[in-house]
């Protein structure tokens, strides 16, 4: 494996400006090789005429689209989501089917504002189940994740294994299981913490 490659794969993964020490401690590179792939990158980048380009923002790196064509690529460009609602989204992911109210035991009354977000998105499907909402992911969440899988049995089985807990597989049907450590950071997020100390009890969430 190449390690400038390794340097840009982080770049792009990121999403983000990241320092150099940011790029050396998740690569595991010695620091000063990862300043000069960064470099050698700007300069590769340049010499292709691409629209992306790998540029030093201060003391930061970025691989960003170049000024010039971020105007006309804008309206692809995916919509920017808090990082709470993407942990609602990973939690939502792993325990599919999940009913709304389960959810609610996991995250608080935050739950209805995070799954009509998730669901406007196309992220998340919400059908009627009881008293509750029985919640999926829609074939977008795994363009939007960039996830191999579309099946929600395959989302499952991927997101147990980037979380690092055992994958079983689901029998059809919501399911009451409790929140599992590790979901969120599946897709690259911190846990999640719970909120409902002094909230009603679930049984009537919906």
């Not at 982080?10 to 470099?39: I, P």
């Not at 105007?71 to 709470?84: G, K, Q, S």
């Not at 035991?105 to 509750?132: A, F």
């Amino acid at each position: 494996m190449k390690e400038q490659a390794v340097v840009e794969a982080a770049l792009y993964s990121s999403g983000n400006a990241l320092t150099v020490e940011d790029l050396a401690r998740v690569t595991r590179l010695d620091g000063s090789k990862v300043r000069d792939h960064l470099k050698r990158l700007a300069k590769e980048y340049d010499s292709r005429g691409s629209a992306l380009e790998v540029a030093q923002i201060g003391t930061k790196w970025a691989m960003q689209i170049r000024p010039e064509y971020s105007e006309r690529a804008r309206p692809f460009a995916p919509p920017e989501i808090d990082r709470d609602i993407l942990k609602t989204a990973a939690l939502v992911a792993y325990h599919q089917p999940l009913l709304q109210s389960d959810l609610f035991d996991m995250i608080g009354s935050k739950v209805y504002e995070h799954t009509q977000s998730l669901e406007k998105l196309g992220l998340i499907n919400r059908k009627p189940s009881g008293r509750s909402l029985a919640l999926t992911t829609t074939r977008y969440f795994s363009e939007f994740f960039g996830l191999k899988a579309t099946d929600r049995e395959g989302i499952r089985k991927l997101m147990a294994s980037k979380a690092g807990i055992q994958y079983t597989e689901r029998a059809a049907g919501p399911s009451p299981d409790v929140h599992e450590q590790g979901v969120p950071e599946a897709l690259g997020l911190p846990g999640s913490d719970a909120t409902t100390s002094g909230s009603p009890a679930s049984a009537g969430a919906s």
